[in-house]
């Protein structure tokens, strides 16, 4: 029988978050294994630390979001932002689900393009599109949405030689209850400028106004400024329609939802506090239905939701490098794991759980990466197990933007995994080499035998 470790025994200040209604969590429980497949095993296999998505997870997410549309609407195509993870692997998912792609660049479009959608099945989003970008789109019967008036313009340049029509609509920014405003994409509604672009494009012969969009913000908790956003366009579609005798094909609404994460600052944990999916079709669908639009003409609904799509499915698993205490007495511990791959910890309270059974014994702990960077903290104050070196944790919720905001910065980027709805792992990318700088770098003749 193993003799148990000694604990001593502390009094603890809680300053690692508050109590609610139903007090202080009592017990830490560990994650042992994702989807049938143990923690240990896939570090032992794979090295430390290592990215972790889950396949049944990502289906389970996009079948939810489906229903939740689809029954209260006729019309609902969904769009895959490849911003929030563009690995061939995860976008591969979704359009295997039906899913579109939308794109914020030529690099993405290109990607889209790569990975079997058709150029008509491509929203293309975004301030910043090439002539040759926009070029490729028109010829692909992309739907462009327009983001200021100099693409617009070019876009009518190109109109004038190219032999397709180009398929446009117009992001518009408006004021829906929530700040800070995101008011630097697209046109606005209130003082008049989405209008203008609306007139501009309907007076173009050249030019076909297919859809209208709008993207209000990001982590959006309150579903109801949803709700005041698809009122807005609705009437949009009628003034159109009463003026031009034109039908608006689609609305598309953005993304924004919230994932079950933990805002930075929040009382209560996301878990508890994020809207549902039917909380988000409610309200952005019943404007539509109970307008004067008529039942033949309702338009597409796009969603381009990702964060709340992928976020649940990424696991990202490390190593505890050492113990140590602060100046104040309270203890830090230092993972494997640092900022520059984990780009959410600027913005959320992790889920950060031990991978084996912990002691029950737990203190005021600050979580730090190995980054030599004094801003490297995973988690500021948490309640956590005294874990010891070579343990090994995971940190839930990371699969939207780590994996497209990462940055190569002291260490290499590690291995990223996909666990299959059969519970087999597949590399669906390698770890990053030296070798992989150097084949990128040049050095100049005069510093190629410079040596010390």
Sequence with gaps: MEKL??????????????????????????????????????IEQYGSPVFVISEKTMRKKYSEARRAFSTRYPKVQFAWSYKTNYLDAVC????????????????????????????????????????????????NGSLIHI??????YTIVEISETSKQTPKLAIRIN???????????????????????????????????????HTHIGTYIMTPNAYGVASTKLVGLIMRISEKYNHQIKYIDMGGGFASK???????????????????????????????EISPQNLPILFLETGRALIDDAGYLLGTVIANKRLANGRRSTIIDIGVNMLFTSFWYEHDIKPAQIPSQQTEDTTIYGP?????????????????????????????????TQWMQFITLRPKILL??????????????TNEIFKRSERVPEHLVNVGL
């Design 147 to 152: 983001d200021h008036f100099d693409e617009l």
């Design 92 to 139: 591969k998912v979704y359009h295997s689900e039906g899913s579109w792609a939308e794109v914020v660049s030529g690099f993405e479009y290109d990607k889209a393009i790569a990975n079997g959608v058709k150029g008509k099945h491509i929203i293309f989003n975004g301030p910043d599109k090439s002539v040759e970008d926009l070029q490729k789109a028109i010829k």
């Design 261 to 291: 994460n933990t805002l930075k600052g929040a009382y209560l944990p996301g878990a508890d506090t994020c809207p549902s999916f039917d909380a988000y079709a409610e309200a952005i669908i019943n404007p539509i239905i109970n307008s």
């Design 419 to 432: 666990i299959d709805t059969n519970s087999n792992v597949h590399i669906i990318r390698e770890s990053e």
């Design 371 to 403: 980054l030599c960077m004094n801003i490297d903290v995973i988690r500021a104050a948490i309640q956590f197990p005294v874990l010891q070196k070579g343990e090994n944790v995971v940190i839930s919720r990371i699969g939207a933007y780590n994996m």
């Design 174 to 212: 408006m004021d829906t209850g929530v700040y800070p405003r995101w008011d630097r994409f697209g046109f606005n509604f209130e003082n008049g400028e989405a209008w203008n672009a609306i007139n501009k494009i309907m007076i173009n012969d050249n030019l076909e106004l297919v859809g209208l």
């Design 5 to 42: 470790k000694y604990e001593r025994p502390v009094i603890k200040k809680i300053n690692a978050g508050v109590p609610d209604k139903y007090g202080m969590q009592s017990k830490t429980q560990a994650v042992t294994e994702i989807d049938g497949v143990g923690v240990k095993k896939i």
